[in-house]
């Protein structure tokens, strides 16, 4: 039996972030928006990985929180200490829909783009996700770089993609090879638009609303 490949993304797609990003302006004690405009003016245009540590030094050169190296450690350190763990922010289902992807013999691979450092420590404090997968791999280079997609393009077998970003996942298909891919688009704030659906049905991606509604068994496990 061929050993196929799914690949999970995670921010947006396993993971709420909208709703993590919510909880670290509450630690960093701004509002949701300033969190945001922040965000993209630090991050957005330079299409650089959102790190925390420059997330918060520019809010401080900004005069948006209080300056100094002390308070920019008591906001780290309140982040360890208010969200020691962020399963809450996990969709609902994500285990069932993890568990019942794929065969027994298909590898199963949490892909995230970003980062190092803070996709890191968004993974240690995941550690429901690690029995579920093969590989955890946290990629900071640019996907034409990447060494899973590059070894991923050498397989015959076929490759799952589960993300909510189009552009990313368009990109992915670029290195791997969209011939062996299926496609699996989970609603964002990256793919919200009635374009970027009709976009996906276009090129052949199923599109969801929610990671739930991959999950197609039996809900009797509610609790
Ligand atoms: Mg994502």
Not at 144 to 150: G, R
Request: hydrophobic share 35%; with cysteine; glycine share 4%.
């Amino acid at each position: 039996m061929a050993n196929n490949t799914i690949i999970f993304d995670l921010d947006h797609t396993l993971l709420n972030s909208q709703e993590l990003k919510k909880r670290l302006a509450i630690i960093m004690d701004i509002d949701t928006d300033l969190y945001n405009e922040s965000y993209k003016e630090r991050f957005g245009n330079r299409n650089e990985p959102y790190s925390l540590d420059k997330h918060i030094k520019f809010l401080q050169s900004k005069g948006r929180v209080k300056n100094g190296e002390i308070e920019f450690f008591r906001i780290k350190k309140k982040l360890d200490k208010d969200l020691p763990d962020l399963s809450s922010f996990l969709f609902k289902k994500y285990s069932e829909v993890i568990k019942q992807s794929g065969g027994e013999n298909d590898e199963k691979i949490l892909l995230t783009f970003g980062n190092q450092v803070w996709q890191k420590k968004k993974i240690e404090k995941l550690s429901v996700l690690k029995p579920l997968f093969d590989r955890i791999i946290i990629e900071e280079k640019e996907k034409e770089n990447s060494e899973l997609l590059k070894e991923l393009a050498n397989k015959e077998e076929k490759v799952v993609i589960v993300n909510d970003n189009l552009i990313e996942t368009v990109k992915m298909l670029e290195v791997i090879g969209e011939e062996k891919c299926e496609v699996k688009i989970i609603k964002s704030i990256h793919s919200e638009k009635e374009t970027d659906r009709e976009f996906a049905e276009e090129r052949g991606f199923e599109y969801y609303k929610s990671i739930e509604d991959l999950f197609n068994g039996e809900d009797d496990e509610k609790k």
